[in-house]
C-alpha cells in the first residue's frame, strides 16, 4: 500500500511535490471520511492560500462546511477542535521547513494529530479515489472564524497571571515572521513587558528561518543580553514549539527546558512525564528527582500525545522545545509553554540560568548509516547486541557505563539513526562510533 502521511502529515516543495493537484485531492478525500464540519488554518507561508484553497475546494465538493481560522498556531487550531464541535482540523503548515516547504496536517476532533490508523483509511480513499461526491443543492459552506482569544484566554486562565505580573518582567520574542505573530505579543503582554522581533508575518522569513535553532536565533541572543532581559523566547513557523534563552544570552538546549518544566510539574502534581525515548537522560534524573515518574514513548509528537492520554500523565514533551500540557491540550503547545515557563520563572523566584544549572547534563551526538534494507539490518543487530539493559520501545536503546546508545530505522528515508549520549562529548563520541561500526559491518 502506497503512502502519503509521513512523521508530518503530508510535507513537500511548494508547486513540486506539495502542489494545489495533491491538495484538492486531499481535502476530498479528508472531506469523503469525515462528513462534517472542518476547521482550517494556517502558518504564514507564501503558498498557504494555494494550499488552503484547493483543500477547502475538496472538502465542501464532499459536503462538508469549513471554517476558516486564516491564520493561526497549530495549537490554537488543535485547542478549538477540541473544545468545539467541529469534526476534525486541517492545518496547512510546514512548521520548522524552510520557506519553499508546505505541509497539510489532520487534526482529529479530540485535538491530537491523527493516527496512523486513520491517516490510512484517509490514504485509502485518496489512492482509490473513491471520493464521496454532494449534490448540487448539499455542496458544503465555508465561514470565517476566530479562534485566537480563545486559545490566549485558554491559557491565561492555567497560569498564575497576578503571581507573574509582581515580577516585572522583561521578556524578549522572536516570532520567527511566523504564526506566532498573531497571539505571542499579545499573550506575553497579558504578563510581562514584551519586546519583540520578527513579529510582522511574512512568508519569506526575511528575520530568519523558521527552526529556532542556536545559529537561527542569534539577534534574539544578543537582544536579551543587551537590554539586559529576564527571558528571550523563540517559535518555530507554526508556533507550537518554543525554544528559551536564559538572561545571560545563552541558548538553552530543548532537553532542559523541558527537565525544568516537567520538574516543575511534577512537584505541585506528582504523576507521569511522558518523552520519547530519544530524550536526555537528564530529563529523567531531573524528573525522579522531583517524586515524579518517566514514561518512554517510540519519537514521534502524535504518540507521546497519545501515551499522555493513555498512562493519565501530568507531562510530556519533546527535546526540540514542544512542551504538552494535559490541563490544556494533548499537542506541542507554544503559547502555554510560554505562559507555564513565566509562572516557572516568579513562583521560584530563580533566573533561568539558576534553574538550569540544577539540571544534570550530558552531551549527545546525532549521526546516520545510509542503509536500503534498514528494518532487516535491524533484525540482524537485536541478535548481536548485547547488554545488561535494552529497551526495544523504538528500534534498539542500549545502556552501557557510560550512558546510552540509541538505533532506529527512519520510517520514512533509507538510514538507520544512531543517538549517543554520554558524560561528556568525548565519550558521547566513542559510544557513537562503536555502534556506528557494529551497523556498518552487518550491512
Ligand atoms: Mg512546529
Not at 462528513?35 to 507564501?46: E, F, L, S
Not at 546525532?366 to 541478535?383: F, G, I, P, R, S
Request: hydrophobic letters at 40%; glycine letters at 8%.
Amino acid at each position: 500500500m502506497k503512502r502519503l502521511f509521513g512523521t508530518n502529515g503530508v510535507r513537500g516543495i511548494t508547486n513540486e511535490s506539495m502542489n494545489a493537484e495533491l491538495a484538492l485531492k486531499l481535502g476530498k478525500a479528508i472531506g469523503s471520511y469525515f462528513q462534517g464540519n472542518i476547521i482550517i488554518a494556517t502558518d504564514t507561508r507564501t503558498s498557504n492560500e494555494m494550499l488552503k484553497n484547493a483543500v477547502t475546494a475538496g472538502l465542501i465538493s464532499t459536503g462538508c462546511n469549513v471554517f476558516d481560522a486564516k491564520i493561526a498556531p497549530s495549537p490554537a487550531l488543535q485547542y478549538y477542535v477540541k473544545n468545539s464541535d467541529a469534526d476534525a482540523g486541517v492545518i496547512i503548515t510546514a512548521s520548522h521547513n524552510p520557506p519553499q516547504f508546505n505541509g497539510i496536517k489532520v487534526i482529529d476532533k479530540d485535538g491530537i494529530e491523527l493516527s496512523r490508523k486513520k491517516e490510512k483509511e484517509i490514504e485509502k480513499i485518496y489512492f482509490n479515489e473513491h471520493f464521496h461526491k454532494a449534490a448540487w443543492n448539499e455542496l458544503g459552506k465555508v465561514y470565517d472564524i476566530d479562534i485566537l482569544d480563545f486559545y490566549i484566554e485558554g491559557i491565561l486562565d492555567l497560569v498564575n497571571v497576578e503571581k507573574i505580573k509582581e515580577c516585572n518582567f522583561k521578556v524578549v520574542i522572536d516570532c520567527g515572521n511566523g504564526a506566532a505573530c498573531y497571539t505571542m505579543p499579545y499573550l506575553v503582554s497579558q504578563m510581562a513587558n514584551v519586546i519583540t522581533l520578527n513579529a510582522q508575518p511574512d512568508g519569506n522569513f526575511p528575520g530568519r528561518m523558521p527552526e529556532p535553532t542556536e545559529e537561527n536565533v542569534n539577534e534574539l541572543m544578543k537582544t536579551v543580553k543587551a537590554i539586559k532581559a529576564d527571558l528571550g523566547i523563540a517559535y518555530d513557523g507554526d508556533a507550537d514549539r518554543a525554544i528559551f534563552i536564559d538572561e545571560n544570552g545563552n541558548f538553552v538546549y530543548g532537553d532542559k527546558s523541558l527537565a525544568i518544566v516537567a520538574g516543575y510539574v511534577v512537584e505541585k502534581k506528582r504523576g507521569k512525564v511522558v518523552t520519547p525515548v530519544s530524550t536526555s537522560s537528564c530529563v529523567e534524573e531531573y524528573v525522579r528527582a522531583k517524586g515524579g515518574e518517566i514514561v518512554y514513548t517510540k519519537v514521534g509528537a502524535p504518540i507521546v500525545a497519545r501515551k499522555m492520554v493513555e498512562v493519565d500523565a501530568v507531562f510530556g514533551g519533546e527535546e526540540n522545545g514542544g512542551l504538552m500540557f494535559p490541563e490544556h491540550q494533548y499537542c506541542r503547545d507554544g503559547g502555554m509553554a510560554t505562559a507555564a515557563m513565566l509562572e516557572l520563572l516568579a513562583i521560584k523566584g530563580k533566573s533561568l540560568s539558576e534553574l538550569i544549572a540544577e539540571v544534570p547534563s550530558y552531551s549527545l551526538i546525532k549521526t546516520k548509516v545510509e542503509c536500503e534494507n534498514n528494518k532487516e539490518v535491524m533484525e540482524k543487530l537485536k541478535d548481536s547486541i548485547k547488554g545488561d539493559k535494552i529497551d526495544y520501545t523504538d528500534g534498539i536503546k542500549v545502556y552501557v557505563k557510560e550512558g546510552w546508545v540509541l538505533i532506529r530505522p527512519s520510517g520514512t528515508e533509507p538510514i538507520i539513526r544512531i543517538y549517543a549520549e554520554g558524560k561528556n562529548a568525548a565519550e558521547a563520541k566513542k559510544i557513537a562510533e562503536k555502534y556506528k561500526k557494529m551497523v556498518e559491518d552487518i550491512i
